[in-house]
């Protein structure tokens, strides 16, 4: 392995965001730290993809292990921070990512946390050329790094089942968005490390339904996360897609 | 039965217990946490230092606690209710007086009304051994809760992955989370390096249960006299008696009390009836009498990894407002409400991310009665005239106006502010 940062390079990924995010991976689970905007967005994140694969496949939202049965793929797991989640739920899970960095924390994360979960450092297209095909495929936070999101779509649709959902969420781009997402998180509150996002890189929610359309996919929930500053907590909103934003979407 | 005494469990068994929750300290908040988070769901073990066969003797706890309306929620959801309500006094009214002022507060329950037009007790007197014994009546028979006792932590590493505990006996336990309900002393706070600030009052609450000629009416009665509040709590009577029996807090001057408790029952009982009165008729004294120094404390913070504080752990306050139980029972609420959350949203629940979100709840709360009942002590506990009548005056205004009066009242009944599930009405 030519590349110590990633085994997995071309393709979808782009070696910059790679490099950056495992620089940073030993803070995934310092809820204090580097990726506390993360930690706080999860239980969010989690209500969302719960309740709409529940509905999705008729599954029972109220049971401990409401996604035991499921095959769950999260792409750029980082250190999986929403994979222990899904796996406490009762999902199986394969959980990729391009930074081999990242693989490696998440795995001895989940070790501890005696959560079985496959990391693997392979991208999305590796695993559709694998013929592997899941129920759910997570994309959390992850298009708007990649360096070819209509391949990355591409590559993350081959890898559904037929009935199977998909989640995505990034960030909106405006104007608003580039206050609040960009400047005020990476250089105001100093949530993020300055350079995390690429303002030019973001989604409107259009252009992003666009993309899945592309792919056979249509959304069939969207959400906003919106962020109660008294609170410190994030809470779903059905108007408010202005910063970050959740979609939910299946085969027609 | 899953109560463990040490001679039952195993001290060299290499398996460690495999639990979601540990407690320390199985007492009123502490065995009530153990109950509500066995019923939702969640693995617990808990350790206290008491044998539970004697925690209930007359001798150990000669307190009663006042159960606002929505704790008293609580106790019902758990079960506990259940178990004691024959033992539980109402009250009904609420009379405050300030020495010997003609100008007093009347709370009457009637005033407060809900949507229903039903009015419902401000909140209930119980002695705290009835809570004991109905924990040594539901404990055994939780099937997810396991009861170390007498017992204790004697080793505790709190790593990322989970929390090692070794007890006294040899017993290891693997938990997500750790809470310490040990009270005001907690060697689990302690180590977890977590800061305390404390001050003293000079001052401690002499508690015996007396009987009396006439029935209390359930009306809780609180008298403010120079060195402090003297307050007459309803108790259930016997029988034939159903009314005359009451709960005394006693406040004394720390250079006073010594010698007070030090008195032969003829002449305590003497010291008393003078503060007391005549108005319940003849007085008796019934059981031991006890005296707890009364002090404020507060922990900096109620969380770390995989560690939580829960009641007198985290705060302690003086009874002045009989606020310190309700307050306990608000975080029991609290927690399992933020756990079991956390548990539905696939969270580690001994994570800080989730553990913060019970301090954010619980702090200001607690911060904000101790303030208010600190302030009231300093307000009541001084005999300077100007302030005398500037109190005087205050409650006979509060008196006069109804809407602060019924904000005051909803503060006693505990039904401010956003309350957990456990302490929500029920439409039942």
């Known amino acids: 392995m030519a590349d110590p940062v990633s085994s997995a390079p071309g393709g979808t990924a782009d070696p910059d965001e790679i490099a950056r995010f495992t620089a940073m991976a030993d803070a995934w689970w310092d809820p204090t730290g580097k990726f506390r905007p993360l930690h706080q967005l999860n239980p969010v994140r989690v209500q969302f993809i719960r309740d709409n694969v529940c509905r999705h496949f008729g599954l029972d939202a109220d049971a401990e292990r409401p996604f035991a049965g499921l095959d769950f793929l999260d792409v750029g797991c980082g250190g999986g921070l929403l994979s222990e989640p899904m796996a406490r739920l009762g999902a199986k899970m394969t959980s990729i990512d391009a930074g081999a960095k990242n693989v490696e924390i998440a795995k001895i994360h989940a070790a501890k946390s005696g959560l079985d979960i496959d990391y693997r450092n392979v991208l999305p297209e590796d695993l559709a050329a694998e013929g592997k095909r899941f129920d759910v495929v997570l994309n959390m936070e992850v298009i708007e790094h990649v360096a070819d999101p209509q391949a990355f779509m591409a590559a993350s649709a081959m890898v559904m089942k037929p009935d199977g959902a998909m989640v995505l969420s990034t960030i909106n781009r405006n104007l608003k968005s580039l206050l609040m997402a960009k400047i005020g998180a990476e250089y105001v509150l100093r949530w993020l490390p300055a350079g995390t996002h690429d303002w030019k890189k973001f989604f409107k929610p259009s252009e992003l339904a666009r993309l899945a359309r592309a792919q056979g996919l249509e959304f069939t929930d969207i959400r906003g996360m919106v962020y109660n500053p008294l609170a410190g907590t994030w809470s779903l909103s059905a108007t408010d897609l202005d910063v970050n934003y959740l979609a939910f979407a299946t085969r027609g | ?428």
């Open chain 2, 1 to 428: 039965m899953s109560a463990k005494t040490s001679s039952t469990a195993q001290s060299d068994a290499p398996e460690a217990l495999d639990v979601d929750v540990l407690i320390s300290g199985g007492g009123l908040a502490g065995g009530t946490l153990s109950l509500a988070l066995a019923q939702a769901g969640f693995r617990v073990a808990t350790v206290d230092l008491e044998n539970m066969a004697t925690w209930t003797d007359q001798g150990f706890d000669g307190r009663a606690s006042a159960i606002a309306l929505s704790s008293q929620r609580v106790l019902a959801g758990v079960g506990i209710w259940d178990v004691i309500h024959q033992e539980t006094a109402p009250m009904l009214d609420i009379r405050i007086s300030d020495g010997h002022s003609p100008l007093f507060l009347h709370y009457d329950h009637t005033e407060l009304t809900d949507a229903d037009g039903v009015s419902e007790p401000f909140g209930y007197m119980v002695e705290n051994r009835s809570i004991r014994k109905a924990l040594n009546v539901l404990v055994p028979n939780t099937e997810a809760l396991t009861y170390f006792a007498p017992n204790r932590i004697q080793s505790l590493d709190r790593a990322a992955d989970a929390a090692h505990a070794v007890l006294q006996d040899g017993t290891r336990i693997r938990a997500k989370l750790v809470v310490s309900c040990e009270g005001r002393r907690s060697p689990l706070r302690d180590q977890a390096g977590i800061k305390l600030t404390k001050w003293d009052y000079h001052q401690a609450g002499i508690v015996c249960t007396v009987e009396h000629e006439k029935p209390h009416n359930f009306c809780a009665q609180e008298h403010f006299l120079p060195s402090g509040p003297f307050a007459i709590l309803p108790l259930p009577g016997t029988a034939d008696k159903p009314a005359c029996r009451s709960s005394i807090v006693w406040t004394e001057r720390e250079d006073l009390w010594p010698l007070i408790m030090d008195l032969d029952d003829e002449a305590f009982l003497e010291e008393l009836v003078e503060r007391f009165g005549d108005f319940l008729g003849g007085v008796t004294l019934v059981g031991p009498r006890f005296a707890y120094p009364f002090s404020l404390q507060y922990a900096h913070e109620y969380v770390k990894d995989r560690f939580a504080l829960v009641a007198d752990s985290a705060h302690g306050m003086h009874p002045i407002a009989g606020q310190g139980l309700n307050m306990g029972l608000r975080d029991v609420a609290a927690l399992v409400d933020v756990l079991t959350e956390a548990r539905r949203m696939g969270q580690d629940i001994g994570s800080l991310a989730v553990l913060e979100h019970y301090q954010r709840w619980r702090r200001f709360d607690n911060t904000l009665m101790l303030a208010v009942t600190d302030a009231l002590v300093k307000l009541f506990s001084n005999a300077v005239e100007p302030v005398q009548l500037a109190r005087d005056l205050g409650m006979a205004a509060v008196g006069q106006m109804p809407d602060v009066k019924r904000f005051f009242m909803r503060h006693a009944m505990g039904t401010v502010g956003e309350l957990p599930t456990l302490m929500r009405r029920t439409s039942a």
